[in-house]
Structures are given as C-alpha cells and as structure tokens.
C-alpha cells in the first residue's frame, strides 16, 4: 500500500459489478487495503465466506452498509426492523468492522410528521445501541439529502443527526459525513466540528454531484473530481475536527457499474490521490 493510498477505502458498491473475490483482488492489485461492505452481496457470498476471504486478504473493512429504517408505526414492522438492525450488528462484528452505517427511514405511508418519525428513531437506538457496544460496533446515522425525506430518510442534516446521536454516548453512536448529502449545507462545516469534538464522526465518505442529475437520482452519485464538490476542503473539515480515520468512496453510478469494475477502482484510486490527497 503506498502512502497516498492509505486512508482510502473502496465501498463495495463503488464496483458492485466486481464479485467479492475480484474487488479482494483488484484491491491487492492497486495497493488498497480498506474496504466498505454492503449486507446484500455479502449474504449472497456468504457471511462467513467473506469474513473468511477478507481476513485471509488482509484487507480491514471500515463499514458495513446498512442498518435503519427504524420509522415504521405498525408494531410488527417496527419489531422487524428492530430484529433486522441486531442482525446487521452481528453481521459486522463478524465481518470485523466497528461500524454500521444507519439510513433511518422516510415516513411511513400516510404520515406527514416528521418529528413523530425521527422520535421513533431515537426509540430504535435506545434498543439498539447497547446491543452494538456489546458487539464492538458503533451506530453511524447518515443524513442523506433531503430530497431523500419522504422514503428514505427523515435524517436530512448533520444537525438533526447529532442531535440524535447526543443522546447516547458517543461510543454507541455518532455519524456519517457524506460529502454527496451534505455539501449544500452552509451549517454543515460548524456541524462537522461540533461532531468531531465529541468524537462522534465514525465514517466519512465521498461522492460527488454531478448536473443534470441522471434518471433515478439515486443512482446519480458522480464520481469524485465530476462535480461540483471540492474533496479536499470537505476532507480539511473532518481532519479539523481531529478525524484521520479512513476515507471511503461510494458512488452510485450506472455509467460506472456498465464499466469494467478492475478499470472503474483503478480510476477511483487515481482520482482519490489527485482530488484528496495532492489537491
């Protein structure tokens, strides 16, 4: 691993097009020795396969994606959820890494309150969070952008997430920095720092945005240096904030998963060095 190489961590979904052994390999290949995993191509894998081939890799896994959708009124959904969520904590810790990242939720059919929604949250963690500890594994809420609010998550600011997040200690909980969600936010700088002093940023990721946005918003994340975000000044807020920990790149992108993935990771690695670490 070179020295510009190494804080980067390539999320699963960056090259989802890449089966597991081949991102283990590609990234062996390039020097990067982090990796974000997602739950559904590790189910499909296997759990204990690919805690068996990352661990025999050497590669570190520096999140798994994702727990949350803890907004549900309906009893049985919330249970659900609730269940969902403790596996995802075992999930991790079997997968070595101390980090669940949250999407919280939107709201459920026919509500329209917010509040009634992000208070269900904060019922959710206080469950959840002590099982986490237990496990070695901190909870991460990520706010997503608010055009996300009413079917993803009603977690649309750092603000709102610390303000979530304060309530339990900050080993059990804290956040996501995603430059992707955040970057329109003129109070997220101070909000980053207010983390960052109470130690509470657990992940921070990059992706850039990228206009028109595609069909499908969802899967418009631009691959860093397309767009209108500077990484390098995200990336000086965190570190200000007293965060080194690793930086991960998830990009949701279907002209990138049309690529090939080897050719895609390979780009990814040289932008992260010319746009993160020279800039």
């Not at 917010?114 to 206080?126: F, G, K, P, V």
């Not at 955040?182 to 990059?206: E, K, N, T, V, Y």
């Not at 945005?209 to 209108?228: F, H, K, S, Y």
Request: aromatic share 6%; net charge negative.
């Amino acid at each position: 691993m070179t020295a510009e190489l190494s804080r980067l961590s390539i999320n699963q979904m960056t090259v989802k097009q890449l089966a597991l052994p081949e991102l283990v390999g590609a990234c062996g290949q390039l020097g990067v020795g982090q990796v974000g995993l997602w739950r559904e191509p590790v189910r499909e894998y296997g759990l204990t396969e690919t805690a068996q081939l990352i661990r025999a890799s050497g590669l570190t896994v520096t999140t798994l994606c994702r727990g949350g959708f803890f907004t549900a009124i309906d009893p049985e959904a919330r249970a659900a959820a609730l269940a969902d969520n403790r596996r995802a904590i075992e999930e991790a810790a079997t997968l070595g890494t101390d980090t669940l990242v949250l999407v919280s939720g939107g709201l459920p059919p026919g509500s329209k309150d917010l509040r009634a929604a992000r208070e269900r949250i904060a019922d959710a963690l206080a469950e959840l969070a002590p099982y986490a500890e237990n496990h070695g594994v901190r909870l991460a809420i990520e706010p997503l952008h608010p055009m996300y609010a009413s079917d993803r998550c009603v977690v649309s600011t750092l603000a709102q997430a610390l303000d979530l997040a304060e309530r339990f200690p900050a080993h059990q909980v804290g956040v996501t920095v995603d430059t992707y969600h955040i970057w329109w936010d003129d109070q997220a700088p101070a909000q980053i720092a207010r983390a960052g002093a109470s130690g509470r940023i657990h992940s921070f990721q990059l992706a850039d945005w990228i206009t028109p946005l595609p069909e499908g918003v969802l899967n418009g994340r631009g691959q860093i240096g397309d767009g209108a975000i500077d990484m390098r000044e995200w990336r000086d807020y965190v570190e200000a904030a007293g965060y080194t920990g690793p930086i991960e790149v998830e990009l949701f992108n279907d002209d990138l998963w049309a690529r090939d993935g080897r050719e895609v990771l390979a780009e990814t690695a040289a932008r992260f060095v010319q746009q993160v670490i020279r800039s």
